[in-house]
Structure formats: structure tokens, C-alpha cells
Nanobody
Framework: QVQLVESGGGSVQTGGSLRLSCAASYAYTPYYMGWFRQAPGKEREGVAAIYTGGGSTYYDNSVKGRFTISQDDAKNTLYLQMNSLKPEDTAMYYC??????????????????????WGQGTQVTVSS
């Protein structure tokens, strides 16, 4: 069983920054953890993911160069540093985790269907 609790959301202006945190509790470290977002009327989309065993990271093209995913193993916490925020980044942000490995040659683990465990989300609003 994995429990995930997000925090750090809020309202910022265009160009601002926020750091999201995901406090995780689990018996065994999941293989993959990620951040997803969902805007009103839109499907949930993958933003960033990390392979906890080796630190490999994956990003959606829309956030590359602006967002950074990281983990603090000692604190069992996942982070998403978001810089140069844009109004289109406005969404509910969710933390997710899964124990399944990503087979060689498979797409980056940014699809919501591959994650079993989810947090409740934290709202990010970027105003122009």
C-alpha cells in the first residue's frame, strides 16, 4: 500500500515559481513516481516522472527546461520544481506511484494508466 500527500500548490503570476511536494509512505520504494496534471475539461496528462532506482527522469515536452522532478530518499518525498510558469500550467497536480518496471523500449512512463497509486492533488493557478 502506498499513500501520497501533495502540497505546495498555490496562485502565482506568469513567470513565477512553485515547488510541489509529495510526501509518500510505503513499505517498499515504488519503481516509478510521477507528477500529473488535469485542467478543467481536459484529460489528465503526465508532466514528469522519475525512476527511483537510478534517478532517470522523464518530462513532457511542454515543461522541459522549466520543471524539474527530484526525490529525497531520506524524507520519502518527491518534488516538482516549477519555474517560468505559464497560464496553461494551471491545473490540479497529482503525485503518482507504481511498482511495475518499464520494459526496455517502452514509451516514457508518463501515461496515467501505468500508475496504481495516486494522491488527492494540489491546485496550481497561474494568472497572466
Amino acid at each position: 500500500q502506498v499513500q501520497l500527500v501533495e502540497s505546495g500548490g498555490g496562485s502565482v503570476q506568469t513567470g513565477g515559481s512553485l515547488r510541489l511536494s509529495c510526501a509518500a509512505s510505503y513499505a517498499y520504494t515504488p519503481y516509478y513516481m510521477g507528477w500529473f496534471r488535469q485542467a478543467p475539461g481536459k484529460e489528465r496528462e503526465g508532466v514528469a516522472a522519475i525512476y527511483t532506482g537510478g534517478g532517470s527522469t522523464y518530462y513532457d515536452n511542454s515543461v522541459k527546461g522549466r520543471f524539474t522532478i527530484s526525490q529525497d530518499d531520506a524524507k520519502n518525498t518527491l518534488y516538482l520544481q516549477m519555474n517560468s510558469l505559464k497560464p496553461e500550467d494551471t491545473a490540479m497536480y497529482y503525485c503518482a506511484a507504481d511498482y511495475r518496471p518499464n520494459p526496455a523500449g517502452a514509451p516514457a512512463p508518463l501515461e496515467s494508466w501505468r500508475y496504481r497509486y495516486w494522491g488527492q492533488g494540489t491546485q496550481v493557478t497561474v494568472s497572466s
